[in-house]
Nanobody, 125 residues
Framework: VQLQASGGGLVQAGGSLSLSCAAS????????MAWFRQAPGKEREFVAA??????????YYADSVKGRFTISRDNAKNTVSLQMNSLKPEDTAVYYC?????????????????WGKGTQVTVSS
């Protein structure tokens, strides 16, 4: 199983970036897929999560990104994306996609079964 994240970069405050994470090895359509981030000297923190079931796609966001970030998934392509708008300097971090978790929402990093390599997001003021 592999997760490959991409799309990070440098952007000015107020700008936008889109991250993408491609999963391979098996189908993750029934799994919780999430984004976490880790700033220097800080613990990895939850950003957003997606869960697909027969009702549709459920999403959950950290309060710090609610209204600015949007998580989406494409089960046919086994991908999860994170659209980040109105970026702030405090959003600067390495962003990781993860799959796993036994309860919803999967806000704890230790619950993730698989991780992708992080992608750096830097927001300048």
């Amino acid at each position: 199983v592999q997760l490959q994240a991409s799309g990070g970069g440098l952007v000015q405050a107020g700008g936008s970036l889109s991250l993408s994470c491609a999963a391979s090895g098996r189908t993750f359509s029934r799994d919780y897929m999430a984004w976490f981030r880790q700033a220097p000297g800080k613990e990895r923190e939850f950003v957003a999560a997606s869960h697909w079931n027969w009702i549709g796609d459920s999403t959950y966001y950290a309060d710090s990104v609610k209204g600015r970030f949007t998580i989406s998934r494409d089960n046919a392509k086994n991908t999860v994306s994170l659209q980040m708008n109105s970026l702030k300097p405090e959003d600067t971090a390495v962003y990781y996609c993860g799959v796993g978790g036994s309860s919803w929402p999967p806000i704890y990093s230790y619950g993730m079964a698989y991780w992708g390599k992080g992608t750096q997001v830097t927001v300048s003021s």
